[in-house]
């Protein structure tokens, strides 16, 4: 095999709770995340040289995660090969949905496949976690509880699709300044992760509407109404609304597939991104 194209899908939290603060500044949370259709699509091929393109030309640079994940696993296992890698983008980036962290991921599996390394999913985990919290959740298929940094993940069986509007009110957010601001407010009540994992394998959307909850809000919503605005518009449509990781993005649960698509063609002529989904 010569190349290797692989589909990186975005994220959503369906809770975020923070318990704490490590010495070093990142946070200690307890998540349920998964991944939705939503997807970038790395392309990897076996080349003389190591090179990066990208369609989007902000993001066609050296400190991409992507091109910087291979570099790193290269020199880790001081490899001799090199990879053409190249980033179609369709994930909104700084938009909490993980678009970067995923790319990572699939840029590590890839590579794993494609040069026949026999890496385990321990030792993807480990390494990729140094170059981002969210990356190892990404590396696994399937829902999961993450806790931890994003390093402590357990997979969650027996959890049926749902469909889900997602949107991004085209604003960016910096997942550092997230937590900082965050850490200004006074302390939050913590979120019952096993009702939400029970919700969620009861398949009921009203259930898990009324649980959804992520401790990013307070801290990014004020400076960005423009997130409660979408969340308020989401929930006359009759879904229900969550903003996913620190931001921007919302998602909507939706009752039904039905319901799902009249959101969305309503939602889409007000918002920049807006996509149906359903998550995988
Ligand atoms: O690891 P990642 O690059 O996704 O995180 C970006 C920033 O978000 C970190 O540098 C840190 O400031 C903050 N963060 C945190 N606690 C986490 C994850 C991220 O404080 N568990």
């Avoid at 050296?62 to 994940?69: E, G, P, T, V, W």
């Avoid at 997130?227 to 039904?256: C, D, T």
Wanted: proline content about 6%.
């Amino acid at each position: 095999m010569e190349s290797l194209t692989i589909k990186a899908p975005a994220k959503i939290n369906w809770m975020l709770d923070i318990l704490g603060r490590r010495e070093d500044g990142y946070h200690l949370l307890r998540m349920i995340m998964q991944k939705i259709t939503l997807y970038d699509r790395i392309t990897l091929g076996k080349s003389p040289r190591d090179s990066f393109t990208c369609q989007d030309m902000a993001l066609e640079n050296q400190a991409n995660l992507a091109f910087k994940a291979w570099l790193n696993l290269k020199s880790e296992l001081a490899l001799k090969d090199c990879l053409a890698i190249s980033l179609e983008k369709q994930i909104p980036t700084a938009a909490g949905l993980a678009g970067g962290s995923a790319d990572a991921a699939a840029v590590l599996n890839g590579a794993n496949q494609l040069l026949e390394l026999n890496l385990s999913l321990e030792y993807l985990q480990k390494t990729a976690l140094k170059l981002g919290a969210d990356i190892p959740f990404c590396l696994l298929e399937g829902p999961a509880l993450v806790e931890g940094i994003g390093e402590k993940i357990t997979p969650l069986e027996n959890i049926p699709p749902f469909d889900l509007v997602i949107a991004n009110p085209g604003i960016q957010v910096s997942t550092p300044w997230a937590f900082k601001a965050y850490d200004k407010l006074p302390p939050q009540g913590h979120i019952d992760q096993l009702a939400f994992i029970s919700a969620l394998r009861l398949g009921d959307p009203h259930k898990i509407g009324a649980l959804l909850e992520n401790h990013l809000e307070q801290a990014v919503i004020p400076v960005h109404p423009q997130i409660a605005q979408l969340k308020a518009q989401m929930q006359n449509l009759g879904l229900s609304p969550l903003m996913s990781g620190s931001g921007a993005s919302v998602f909507g649960l939706a009752p039904n597939e039905a319901a799902a698509i009249k959101a969305w063609e309503k939602l889409k002529a007000d918002w920049p991104f807006v996509q149906k989904v359903k998550t995988i």
